[in-house]
């Protein structure tokens, strides 16, 4: 069964920062694919950052430059550090796992970010 397991959401201000993290279990995890999407009210899930079992990353260009995703192979997870958050970054963030061939999705953390 697979599992991902966000955690570090919360409320903060604009200007602030928060770390989100992702454990994941149930998958190879060096072998698949991850990422960051995030949902704001009525709006459609969008990406946020990936990263790919090699390392390769990439990032909204509305996060680039304040945004960070990385992972950790030996604790199967992978973390997205936000600096300069902005009152917009305000959505639902959810983790992603690429295991081929099926995708799996975690079931989200809220941030806030008040101005």
Do not use: H
Not at 35 to 54: D, M, N
């Amino acid at each position: 069964q697979v599992q991902l397991v966000e955690s570090g959401g919360g409320l903060v201000q604009a200007g602030g920062s928060l770390r989100l993290s992702c454990a994941a279990s149930g998958i190879i995890f060096g072998v698949s694919d991850m990422g960051w999407y995030r949902q704001a009210p009525g709006k459609q899930r969008e990406l946020v950052a990936t990263i790919t079992s090699s390392g390769s990353t990439n990032y909204a260009d509305s996060v680039k430059g304040r945004f960070t995703i990385s992972r950790d192979d030996a604790k199967n997870t992978v973390y997205l550090q936000m600096i300069n958050l902005k009152t917009e970054d305000t959505a639902v963030y959810y983790c992603s796992a690429f295991s081929r061939p099926t995708n799996y999705w975690g079931q989200g953390t809220q941030v806030t970010v008040s101005s």
